[in-house]
């Protein structure tokens, strides 16, 4: 029997793993981890993907998630061809929960400092402490939304026709001289500095924003030992923290729809530009993934949604030219070309349950097969599903 079909009794598997008969039991009565198999005696078994799973509850529990939170984030895991996915995401969660903790040591750190060269209670101290505590991220949030971040990465590296990624591709659009100061709104982790990272010339200087901190942090860590080439701020594209014409270049990659008004934030963009610098804004079009929606209408299932489509709508490939025009001169449309045939219903479902007001948990695993199958049979009608990507960006000059 080789390794791929390997199967293990509860006491095989409780030995090698080094945990009790009793949690095996307590995790597959609270569906955590249930054995893959049983054998004719109806005694449990698990298998050689079981420890991976074991291996995925046991880090989050290290890090100090209860079991009710553990239950709901594994089930956003990429569950794609092999470990990669579930693991940098539990690194990275496990990292950002070690800058906390270090952050929470430190503040501690300075009130012990205090109280030991005598000094009069400073009892800021002690509330620095407390401040720190709290300043905690949810983590299950931020696992569920990297994750769901990743997924849909996932199935435009997988299945994209055109193999330039859109990162890469629009960085090649960045008409600057090669002494820049540049800000990028809404960086999120970071991806369009980590994939060109080799051809960013030596005399550009990057400021990267985002009004999350969650994703600023994202950023640093994407980013590693190349943090000394880029300044990191949080901030608001709505009240953007900088002087007037202080950058050559504003770019916001995908994230104008988010903001609540987006007239405030280009005429922010348009102040803090210099007298001809360019401003470069990317977005979707209306028929942007249009088959997949239709998909989703077409299996017609209460738990699923088209609505998370509609935040786009403020700020897209046809209603841009207008918005943009009013403050910035000569501006142009540029299209990527690209599509999706995807050739596997996993990846698919993945994609769609990452999307806001999608939740997996709300479907039973018969309602889960039924999807499947739905999907199965759409992808072997033309031996792929066609999704059209519509994608593109805004450039003028102030």
């Not at 005696?41 to 799973?53: I, M, P, Q, T």
């Not at 590693?224 to 608001?236: I, P």
Request: charged residues 25%.
């Amino acid at each position: 029997m080789g390794n791929d079909e390997a199967m293990f009794t509860v006491g095989e598997f409780a030995a090698k793993a080094g945990v009790t008969h009793r949690t095996l039991r307590y995790y597959d009565s609270i569906g955590l981890l249930q054995p893959s198999a049983h054998n004719k005696s109806g005694h449990r078994l698990y298998s050689l993907e079981d420890f991976a799973r074991l291996q995925k509850i046991m880090t989050l529990k290290f890090i100090g998630l209860p079991l009710d939170d553990i239950g709901n984030i594994i089930k956003y895991d990429i569950d794609g061809k092999g470990f990669k996915n579930p693991l940098e995401l539990q690194k990275q969660v496990m990292t950002q929960k070690i800058r906390h903790m270090q952050e929470v040591s430190a503040a501690i750190d300075e009130a012990l400092l205090m109280l030991n060269k005598g000094e009069k209670l400073n009892w800021d101290k002690f509330i620095n402490i407390i401040t720190a505590i709290n300043a905690d991220i949810n983590w299950p949030a931020q696992y569920q939304n990297a994750s769901n971040l990743k997924t849909r990465i996932k199935v435009h590296e997988d299945y994209s026709t055109n193999n330039q990624g859109w990162m890469e591709w629009f960085f090649k659009q960045l008409n600057l001289p090669d002494n820049a100061n540049i800000l990028e709104l809404g960086c999120g982790d970071a991806s369009l500095w980590v994939k060109n990272f080799a051809f960013i010339p030596d005399g550009w200087s990057i400021m990267l924003t985002d009004f999350s901190p969650g994703m600023l942090k994202d950023a640093k860590s994407n980013l590693k030992n190349k943090n000394n080439r880029f300044k990191f701020k949080m901030a608001d594209a709505q009240m953007i923290p900088f002087e007037d014409e202080t950058f050559d270049a504003v770019i916001a990659n995908h994230m104008l729809y988010h903001v609540p008004d987006i007239e405030k934030s280009l005429s922010e963009v348009h102040r803090v530009l210099k007298p001809k610098g360019i401003f470069y804004a990317s977005t979707v079009g209306k028929k942007h993934m249009s088959e997949l929606r239709d998909i989703i209408q077409k299996f017609d299932c209460r738990l699923i949604t088209i609505k998370s489509w509609e935040h786009t709508e403020k700020f897209h490939l046809e209603n841009g030219m207008d918005k943009v025009s009013k403050l910035f001169k000569n501006v142009k449309l540029k299209r990527y070309e690209d599509n999706l045939i995807v050739t596997e219903a996993k990846p698919l479902m993945d994609y769609i349950f990452s999307m806001p007001g999608n939740a997996r948990q709300g479907f039973s695993e018969e309602k889960l097969m039924e999807f499947k199958i739905f999907l199965d049979n759409e992808i072997s009608v033309s031996n792929g599903i066609f999704i059209s990507k519509d994608t593109g960006f805004f450039y003028g000059t102030k």
